[in-house]
């Protein structure tokens, strides 16, 4: 069955301290892999996506996120992080083969408190 | 340019009540598709539509979700006899997705509905 874990519910970091939020997945076939942030009352806003290529993907606001292949992992990585961060953040998979359409699985989110 | 809107932002609805809850696709994106999200979970797959088609509805948690996309633009979940459990945030996504392809295209997301059944 396919999967993704976030292991942290939680993560806090020092504003302009580099920040990591971690992602492991288990899918069949190559995953295609996404980032999201949520702020509270708004929807998702998309990050940055792996599909193929290059293993460091570089995303909206400064974030960028690694793919690892041999550890099944996608981690959020940003180097200085801002208060403004602050957020709930959700990383998601699909697989190429999932009907041929984009159906996203979840993680449980993980919150991210950046403190100045 | 527009994003994806939904309306309403926030219903409170007694048990029993029947409930209806519009989502409004970045024009032009094909696919459009419906979420659960329960408080302190990340989002759920219930159902999804290619144009007016409903060609995935597993995620529908009870024959009492039903969802439409008439004319393949504005979608409708509608939610009969309302419980306790129904009570979640419901996100709709759109996407620019070409029928039949290996998508790689990404969903956007609308700001959602929550729902509060008494």
């Known amino acids: 069955a396919q999967s993704v874990a976030q292991p942290e519910d939680q993560v806090k970091v020092a504003e302009g301290n580099p920040l990591t939020v971690k992602c492991t997945y288990s899918?069949?076939?190559?995953?295609?892999l996404f980032w999201y942030v949520q702020y509270p009352n708004r929807g998702l806003q998309f990050l940055l996506k792996?599909?193929?290529?290059?293993?460091l993907v570089k995303g909206s606001y400064g974030f960028e996120a690694e793919f690892n292949k041999s550890q099944t992992s996608f981690h959020l990585k940003k180097p200085s992080a801002l208060v403004s961060d602050s957020a709930l953040y959700f990383c998601a998979v699909r697989t190429m083969f999932s009907g041929g359409y984009n159906k996203l699985i979840f993680g449980a989110g993980t919150r991210l408190a950046v403190h100045p | 340019g527009a994003g994806v809107s939904q309306s309403p932002r926030y219903k409170v609805a007694k048990r029993g009540q029947d409930v209806a809850l519009r989502c409004d696709p970045i024009?032009?994106?094909?696919?459009l598709f419906w979420y659960q999200q329960a408080l302190g979970q990340g989002p759920e797959f219930l159902t999804y539509?290619?144009?007016?088609?409903?060609?995935?509805k597993s995620g529908l948690p009870s024959d009492r979700f039903f969802a439409e996309r008439p004319e393949g633009s504005v979608s409708t979940l509608k939610i009969q006899r309302t419980q306790q459990e129904d009570s979640a945030v419901y996100l709709c996504a759109s996407s620019l997705e070409q029928r039949g392809g290996r998508s790689q295209e990404t969903q956007y997301f609308g700001p959602g509905t929550r729902l509060l059944v008494l």
């Open positions: 899918v069949s076939g190559n995953p295609y």
């Open positions: 792996y599909i193929t290529g290059d293993n």
């Open positions: 024009s032009g994106h094909v696919s």
């Open positions: 539509f290619q144009n007016e088609a409903q060609l995935d």
